[in-house]
């Protein structure tokens, strides 16, 4: 779930902060966050420092770590402390044969599948995970709200995205199995990217896969649909963290931020780093203090 969206530097992450291996654990008292290598998820991690910083927690980022396969295994050995994840790809990482798919099901799974080194903490509303995108006009001629509102329309619609959607489980069998839609057609383009929102755009296709977080969605004016039957896995945003470093302090101030990021913010955020006009320490101070957490 690679946002395009590009930041300029956020808060001290450096291109490979775990160059080398090996690196010894941080201090009891100190806090190391760690982040993917993509703007999103680089700047949830600067608004986890800033939030512990301001919660009296000493704090050291390592931001830009990369996949999960590098930074799962740093939480372990105590390389990183804790990273803002996503609550289904983290299932199937450590469940590859995990079936579940609401947010309260993944939580309950991950918190019984995950090693005793690691723990959650409070997972929060906003997520970023593949939807069934329109445009606003078609939404508003059909009246559609859901999937299930556009499933008497599947026969009539085009639907693009990555070649991979044709094969996953949430993809076109998904569709099929779940709702019982069956598309006229499906055109293969890029991951939620210019390639589908402009095919979207200007008619080419009548629905796509995008993700929830994307700016194009607002800038377009298109429309996610809601899916009341869960085909598309949760991905809620979720501290995952090194149960030896869980205090209360931690727990205040990461719960803190999980309970005031909804969707809407999430993608709010998005939007700014994409007009690459700040850090992503201005935008998190920013952010974190409107909701009154630092």
Do not use: H
């Not at 808060?11 to 775990?18: A, F, I, K, N």
């Not at 050995?77 to 790809?89: E, F, H, L, T």
């Not at 959607?165 to 949430?170: A, H, L, N």
Request: glycine share 10%; charged share 20%.
């Amino acid at each position: 779930m690679l946002l395009l969206a590009a930041c300029g530097g956020g808060g001290g992450g450096s291109g490979d902060p775990l160059a080398g291996g090996g690196e010894a654990a941080a201090p009891a008292d100190v806090i190391r966050v760690g982040s993917e290598q993509f703007p999103e998820n680089q700047l949830l991690g600067e608004i986890y420092a800033q939030a512990l910083e301001a919660n009296g927690v000493t704090v050291e980022r390592r931001f830009a770590i990369g996949s999960r396969e590098t930074y799962y295994p740093a939480l372990l050995d105590g390389s990183i402390d804790v990273v803002p994840d996503y609550n289904g790809n983290l299932l199937r990482y450590v469940v590859p044969e995990a079936t579940e798919s609401s947010p309260e099901e993944v939580y309950a799974a991950l918190q019984s599948a995950l090693p005793p080194e690691l723990t959650l903490l409070e997972q929060a509303a906003a997520e970023n995970k593949d939807a069934f995108t329109v445009t606003r006009a078609f939404a508003e001629a059909n009246n559609l709200t859901s999937i299930e509102d556009v499933v008497p329309l599947c026969p009539t619609i085009q639907f693009g995205g990555p070649t991979q959607f044709q094969e996953r489980s949430y993809g076109i069998e998904g569709m099929r199995n779940n709702y019982g839609c069956e598309f006229k057609g499906f055109t293969p383009l890029d991951t939620g990217g210019p390639l589908t929102v402009a095919a979207l755009a200007d008619g080419t296709i009548q629905g796509a896969d995008l993700f929830t977080t994307d700016p194009a969605i607002p800038a377009n004016d298109f429309v996610t649909l809601e899916d009341p039957k869960n085909n598309f896995p949760a991905q809620n945003i979720v501290p995952l963290i090194n149960a030896a470093k869980v205090t209360p302090q931690v727990e205040e101030a990461l719960n803190g931020v999980s309970a005031a990021l909804t969707q809407e913010e999430l993608l709010n955020l998005n939007v700014i780093i994409g007009e690459q006009s700040q850090t992503d320490a201005q935008i998190a101070k920013t952010w974190l203090t409107e909701k009154g957490l630092v």
